[in-house]
T-cell receptor
Framework: AQSVTQPDIHITVSEGASLELRCNYSYGATPYLFWYVQSPGQGLQLLLK??????LVQGIKGFEAEFKRSQSSFNLRKPSVHWSDAAEYFCAVGDYGGATNKLIFGTGTLLAVQP | EAGVTQSPTHLIKTRGQQATLRCSPI?????VYWYQQALGLGLQFLLW???????NRGNFPPRFSGRQFPNYSSELNVNALELEDSALYLC????????????FGEGSRLTVL
């Protein structure tokens, strides 16, 4: 069955430091992969997505992610974190075909940014 | 362009009661999805509606149900509420044959006492 694993439940980084959030997926075919961000009390906002092509994808707010098929990973990165990046981040894989059409989410990584 | 809108923002019920949550998708989107986000459990897929039909449901009991109206808006009904139904319920919409990206509303927080 398709699944997404985010190994880090909680991460704290200093403002200005680099960030990498890990995501591993399990999917039989070429995956459609997403990263969403959820600020407190808010819905989810799409940061970036990968469907095919260049394995390094750029998103909004200075985020990028790299698809590595050999490692079944889709890690999210940002070179310099801002205090406003404090939020919860969710990785997701698209589960399509037949009667199914949904995103399967990981359990999320809560990012704290310290001054 | 208006995004996905959900109502009510907050809802407080007691055990055994029924709750109804509503969702209006982005104009032009025919698919509506419901997810439950309970504390510590991440986002769990509940239901997918498209063109007025229920297309798929997650691993939830039948007391979770809903429908999609001709204007593509949707409502989620939860009957016989239990304490563990307390959660943020997120609605999302997408194009039926789109890129798979879901656009989320800000959610309805249901508290069951």
């Amino acid at each position: 069955a398709q699944s997404v694993t985010q190994p880090d439940i909680h991460i704290t980084v200093s403002e200005g430091a680099s960030l990498e959030l890990r995501c591993n997926y399990s999917y039989g075919a070429t995956p459609y992969l997403f990263w969403y961000v959820q600020s407190p009390g808010q819905g989810l906002q799409l940061l970036l997505k990968y469907f095919s092509g260049d394995t390094l994808v750029q998103g909004i707010k200075g985020f990028e992610a790299e698809f590595k098929r050999s490692q079944s990973s889709f890690n999210l990165r940002k070179p310099s974190v801002h205090w406003s990046d404090a939020a919860e981040y969710f990785c997701a894989v698209g589960d399509y075909g037949g009667a199914t059409n949904k995103l399967i989410f990981g359990t999320g990584t809560l990012l704290a940014v310290q001054p | 362009e208006a995004g996905v809108t959900q109502s009510p923002t907050h809802l407080i019920k007691t055990r055994g009661q029924q709750a109804t949550l509503r969702c209006s998708p982005i104009s032009g989107h025919t698919s509506v999805y419901w997810y439950q986000q309970a504390l510590g459990l991440g986002l769990q897929f509940l239901l997918w509606y498209d063109e007025g039909e229920e297309r798929n449901r997650g691993n939830f009991p039948p007391r979770f149900s809903g429908r999609q109206f001709p204007n593509y808006s949707s409502e989620l009904n939860v009957n016989a509420l239990e304490l563990e139904d307390s959660a943020l319920y997120l609605c999302a919409s997408s194009l039926r044959q789109g890129t798979g990206e879901l656009f989320f509303g800000e959610g309805s927080r249901l508290t069951v006492l």
